[in-house]
């Protein structure tokens, strides 16, 4: 052993290698990061069912609003169907994916039930970050603490077919 520790200290130190420290767990499974930050917020919500799981089943994109409708969480999956990345919408309205064709029906739909905290299943014209349309399947949620009271907003999205 003790000559094999020898032999590969040799090799490595001909090699012209900087060792960096592993500085991030980047690497590992978005998903894995996405689960944690999830269960962080869902913990304060009174109904346990698993939006997320459900929205990897399902094969859409989550995102969740605070009581004031700023988006807190989206899966890290969101650039797919928007061209955004995560840093981009966090903390912004959900109103930016919404553009000059967008149904003004559609938008007093979604916002009467917003603002009746009421769940509601839409089909809206969305944008990308280049500026392509997409028809976006909205199905939403209230989400209320242990006392009643409103605290977030989860929405299912995907491409509608």
């Not at 939006?51 to 650039?79: G, H, M, W």
């Not at 919404?98 to 979604?110: F, M, N």
């Not at 009746?116 to 839409?122: A, R």
Request: proline share 2%; glycine share 4%; hydrophobic share 35%.
């Amino acid at each position: 052993m003790r000559n094999y520790d020898n032999a590969c200290a040799q090799y490595y130190s001909k090699l012209k290698l900087k060792c960096l420290p592993l500085t991030t767990w980047e690497f590992r499974s978005y998903s894995f990061s996405d689960a944690i930050l999830f269960k962080r917020i869902q913990s304060n919500w009174n109904t346990k069912l698993d939006y997320l799981k459900q929205a990897q089943k399902e094969n859409r994109e989550i995102i969740v609003t605070d009581k004031n409708f700023r988006i807190i969480f989206v899966s890290n999956t969101i650039s797919k169907i928007s061209g955004y990345h995560q840093e981009e919408i966090l903390g912004k309205s959900p109103r930016m994916f919404q553009g000059e064709a967008t149904s003004k029906v559609t938008r007093q739909k979604i916002k009467t039930a917003l603002t009746q905290l009421k769940p509601f299943k839409e089909v809206i014209l969305n944008y990308r970050k280049n500026g392509d349309s997409y028809w976006c399947e909205i199905e939403a949620y209230p989400m209320f603490d242990k006392n009643g009271s409103f605290i977030n907003y989860v929405a299912l999205e995907k491409i509608a077919s």
